[in-house]
């Protein structure tokens, strides 16, 4: 879907000099959880059991790879199922990776809608630090707004809950029927939060779900503009995200105004990837210093309460916390877990065209895919389910 248009980017080349900001809040005082203990964490490289795993799972590895990276008919026909690397995570050491289709370890991957799953994190430093509140209604960061639009809250965008009056269709529907192509290369592309803050309310906010790249780029603005608000400048998913996981080969694409497009557009090596889903393993902390604050990922993982309410346009296994997709039963719903076999604790950070940072705690596991899917025919709880057998 990327068209080529220019857009502005956000990278890190050299280290910023970081902004002096003086903050006392309650999230950030010693009164904060400790940081899972005995952890160990990567430093430059991840440390690697590859070469000794092949040797223990050769069979299982085989099983993986033929499902996963085994091509239907020719490349360029862009059918079946078209892994670009596949890696594991296992204790904290890397066990597999594999790359295919001229893909390298060294070369950043499209995270399309993984993206908004790093917006979960922002919006929890920022509450953490105390810039802004999930209670905050969105008027509050996008003033200009009519006050019909002020029922929605940031907790709203970040559980698909805003009530806008939405069509989450991509290439495979009418372009005309697509608010998500509208707002990233049509009307829209040039301011996309207030693009899609001005669609009329279907709903009440909180009152039903349906998934929504737009929710997530209104929450992008609010959260741009509270950090601005704070004293700091455009390099703050640097200062508390990238930088200190050690992510180094991060872009993150903004609109015109300047706000990250936090529904779609950050990429990164898969290598990278696996650090912000170890990262997420090990309760937002890292290095035993916690970023994120404490319960934000609990409750981020926790089945939301708009999806409890009322699902609108939701696939079976749409399953959905905040900005993360998770395997939990709604029995209310009669909705089972939405991968077979997997740990019900896991849950991911899922991208168009077949992009997944699959977290699973019980398993102490962290799982990347990069894709080119073009076609619905992989299955994601068969993948998951093949990967951990590699990581016994």
Known sequence: ?????????????????????????????????????????????????????????????????????????????????????VLIIHRGQLVYERYARSWTADQPHYAWSMTKSLMNTLTGVAVGRGYLSIDDSICRWMPYLPMSQCAVKIQNTLEFSTGFNWRETYENASNQESSVLAMLYGVGSADAASFVARHPLRDAPGTTYMYSSGDTNVLSRAVDRAYTA??????????????????????????????????????ATPRDFARFGYFLLRDGCWNNQRILPDGWVAASTAVNPAIRMRRLDADADDVQGRQFWLNKPIPEQNVTTPWPGVPEDAFAARGHWGQSITVVPSRDVVIVRMADD??????????????????R
């Open 1 to 85: 879907m990327i068209n080529g248009a220019i857009k502005p980017v956000m990278k890190r080349v050299f280290p910023a000099i970081s902004l002096l900001i003086v903050t006392t809040t309650s999230a950030l005082s010693a009164a904060q959880s400790a940081c899972p203990a005995s952890v160990t964490y990567p430093s430059a490289e991840w440390p690697s059991r590859a070469s000794e795993v092949a040797a223990q799972r050769a069979t299982e590895i085989a099983a993986l790879e033929q499902y996963a990276f085994t091509l239907t008919g020719e490349d360029d026909e862009r059918r079946g199922i078209r892994t670009d690397a």
């Open 374 to 391: 073009r076609e619905r025919v992989f299955e994601f709880a068969r993948f998951i389910n093949l990967a951990l057998e590699v990581a």
């Open 230 to 267: 704070a004293g700091e400048d455009a390099d703050y998913p640097w200062r508390h995200v990238f930088e200190p996981l050690g992510i180094t080969s991060a872009t993150l694409e903004r609109d015109a105004t300047g706000t990250p497009v936090g529904s779609s557009w950050w990429y």
